[in-house]
């Protein structure tokens, strides 16, 4: 399988599917629940990435994202994700991912007029957390998905401009949620994609279907994926087996298009 392609893999699931992942060359993007991170023995995630690693696999991470938010105008609760955060950052030092993933935690039927005081908490947070991912030398990606249009999160990611923070676009969650086209999107936060997270649904519930089971137009995606962010990282976000592999066959052409 392409170097570029991630699936995704729940850290509590990694254990089980190492095997299959080393067998089949698939790069895993180990997402970790809050509770996944409080059980974590150090000891087992190293060999664990140990074993990754010396089988030529490149891992990414997916942070938890239930209950936290960078910018939350409540101090505590910044301080708790901060908190959550650092544990991910502990995790990468022994899987070495090249991106990782958050969730920005902006939701504009919550934050409404109180948008530009979530925005100032979420850029003094990241501002905070970019350091330790420079470090460890990953990029932190902000995924969409709430968002209906680009523009708060165009407005943080030129405010933290920093070429180690950048997007992650989740097109299943734009396909939910969009007032936008997709080229509309692409036009004001392609050049900032990292990764994309690669799933379909029917613009009603985040099915996670396997692309092109559902009504998202792949064709145009990856043509903009090339024109705007030809070096991203493309995850499959597969919630079973059986997906997958129907989700690795269908991308296949795309993997083939020069």
Not at 9 to 14: K, M, S
Not at 225 to 246: D, F, G, M, Q
């Amino acid at each position: 399988m392409s170097d570029r392609i991630q699936v995704h893999v729940p850290y509590q699931r990694l254990a089980i599917y190492l095997e299959h992942l080393k067998t089949r060359r698939l790069n895993p993007e180990v997402f970790f629940s809050a509770g996944a991170l409080d059980g974590i023995s150090r000891e087992e995630l190293a060999s664990q990435s140990g074993e990754l690693h010396d089988a030529g696999l490149i891992t990414t991470i997916h942070a938890p994202f239930m209950d936290l938010n960078p910018g939350a105008l409540d101090a505590s609760i910044r301080e708790v994700t901060k908190q959550r955060f650092q544990q991910v950052f502990m995790a990468a030092e022994l899987l070495k991912p090249r991106v990782i993933v958050f969730h920005p935690g902006y939701d504009e039927l919550r934050y409404g007029d109180n948008r530009l005081a979530w925005l100032e908490n979420s850029i003094s947070f990241w501002r905070e957390m970019l350091p330790i991912a420079k470090d460890l030398g990953c990029t932190i990606a902000i995924e969409n998905i709430f968002e209906k249009e680009p523009s708060t999160l165009r407005d943080l990611l030129e405010e933290v401009n920093d070429p180690a923070f950048r997007h992650c676009f989740d097109v299943g969650h734009w396909n939910m949620f969009t007032t936008v086209t997709m080229e509309e999107w692409f036009t004001e936060l392609g050049p900032f994609i990292a990764e994309c997270h690669i799933h379909d649904n029917h613009g009603q519930i985040d099915e996670h279907l396997p692309l092109g089971e559902g009504e998202i137009d792949f064709d145009q995606l990856f043509e903009l994926l090339k024109r705007y962010s030809p070096n991203s990282v493309w995850t499959i976000e597969a919630h079973s087996k059986e997906r997958l592999e129907r989700a690795l066959k269908n991308i296949g052409k795309y993997l083939a298009t020069p």
